[in-house]
């Protein structure tokens, strides 16, 4: 698991350090320890990477495709999750990004309105993503639990989890406003460069 790129309190005062620290050190980690001993005994998988591995969760065992399914998720999407953010965020004007939510969307406050309401009436612990289709559009889907859009032919380009932990000791059952601050910490030089990105 790699480190962070920038300090627990880094991003306060829209998500709290102690927040950080334990959704990182414990959550992630937790699912990076349990997607290894998942693996332990099939050392055929053990070099590949994380894409391949969720890409592929036919090739797998039967007894261990749901934990794969769900630690193998759980370590990729918070990679993509802590990745996402950044205490020095700019906003979004021009360039390739913006061109593609402007075909999409139409403007980026549009796309905000509809990836935070997609948000917002997500049901139980899951994720909100901008993701890349196949085909080179975007969109935006949510995915319940740990299940990746890796796993559906999506490649991930802004992940948002909404799981209760990622927010519950700051903002307790205020997932909206969580939500609202969230966008005040996403790092848009992260998202061009996935869009960008030819793995799909």
């Known amino acids: 698991m790699s480190a962070l790129k920038y300090e627990y309190r880094a991003l306060e005062p829209y998500i709290d350090a102690l927040t950080v620290e334990t959704h990182y050190s414990k959550h992630h980690q937790n699912y990076c ?17 994380i894409e391949d591995v969720l890409t592929g969760l036919s090739t797998l065992p039967k007894d261990v495709v749901q934990a794969v399914t769900n630690n193998g998720g759980g370590y990729y999407n918070h990679n993509l999750y802590w990745e ?5 965020t700019k906003p979004l004007t021009e360039g390739v990004l913006m061109d593609e939510i402007r075909k999409a969307f139409v403007s980026f406050a ?5 990836f935070t309401d997609s948000a917002t009436k997500l049901f139980g612990s899951g994720w909100t993503w901008l993701v890349k289709t196949k085909g080179g559009d975007i969109k935006i889907v949510n995915t319940a639990n740990q299940d990746c859009p890796l796993s559906n032919g999506l490649r991930p380009l802004l992940a948002l989890d909404l799981w209760e932990h990622a927010y519950y000791l700051k903002y307790q059952n205020r997932r909206a406003e969580y939500i609202q601050n969230w966008w005040q910490v996403v790092d848009w030089g992260v998202v061009t460069a996935r869009l960008n990105s030819r793995l799909l």
Do not use: I, M
Request: charged share 20%; glycine share 4%; no cysteine.
């Open 84 to 88: 996402n953010l950044t205490p020095n």
């Open 110 to 114: 549009d796309f905000q309105k509809l």
């Open 33 to 49: 320890n349990n997607l290894n001993k998942a693996l332990e005994k099939y050392t055929q998988f053990q070099g590949s990477s």
